[in-house]
């Protein structure tokens, strides 16, 4: 069964620093791979979706990157906020469902 | 823009209650999805269904049944609700396992069976 982690589970940073998360997955044969956002209380918010074919997506300061091989994503997210502050989740898509991680709490601290 | 709304924010029931919670999306999405989040264990997946009519177990579907009589429309139900189904209870939607396969959230039902 697929598994997915990620590290840290929380992480401090000043505002304007770059910042990596990490997320790692067991099985290599996956659809595609998704990260998301979530806040205090609330659902999942969808950043970016990595296709399997694909080796990385940017959006706005945020760039992730996918190398099946080893089974491994990256998030890099540039100039941070504090309203970057959130715990971020990275997903991989088998044949049927969405296998998630446990998350990054990020925290900016202005 | 999808749209997934989910009946209640907040919810407060009786151990042994029966429990519906709603869901339902406006893209005429295929595929919609129940998840169950409690810390340290992240997401894991109690329901899924492809179509009208259509559902299959996910991780975790003991204490737990569902139903879709309409596309747009995805019910999870607690038979007799048992403390130990106190979560957030999040449902998603795809457009359908022929396409990227995004999945969309709504903004989360807290439980809370006492």
């Known amino acids: 069964k697929q598994e997915v982690t990620q590290i840290p589970a929380a992480l401090s940073v000043p505002e304007g620093e770059n910042l990596v998360l990490n997320c790692s997955f067991t099985d290599s044969a996956i659809y595609n791979l998704q990260w998301f956002r979530q806040d205090p209380g609330k659902g999942l918010t969808s950043l970016l979706l990595i296709q399997s074919s694909q080796r990385e997506q940017t959006s706005g300061r945020l760039n992730a990157s996918l190398d099946k091989s080893s089974g491994r994503s990256t998030l890099y997210i540039a100039a941070s906020q504090p309203g970057d502050s959130a715990t971020y989740l990275c997903?991989?898509?088998?044949?049927?469902?969405?296998?998630f991680g446990t998350g990054t709490r990020l925290t900016v601290i202005p | 823009d999808v749209k997934v709304t989910q009946s209640s924010r907040y919810l407060v029931k009786r151990t042994g209650e029966k429990v519906f919670l709603e869901c339902v999306q406006d893209m005429d999405h295929e595929n919609m999805f129940w998840y169950r989040q409690d810390p340290g264990l992240g997401l894991r997946l109690i329901y899924f269904?492809?179509?009208?009519?259509?559902?299959e177990k996910g991780d975790i579907p003991e204490g737990y049944s569902v139903s879709r009589e309409k596309k747009e429309r995805f019910s999870l139900i607690l038979e007799s609700a048992s403390t130990n189904q106190t979560s957030m209870y999040l449902c998603a939607s795809s457009l359908s396992t022929a396409q990227p396969y995004e999945q969309y959230f709504g903004p989360g039902t807290r439980l809370t069976v006492t």
């Open positions: 269904s492809y179509d009208v009519k259509m559902k």
């Open positions: 997903a991989v898509a088998g044949a049927n469902n969405l296998f």
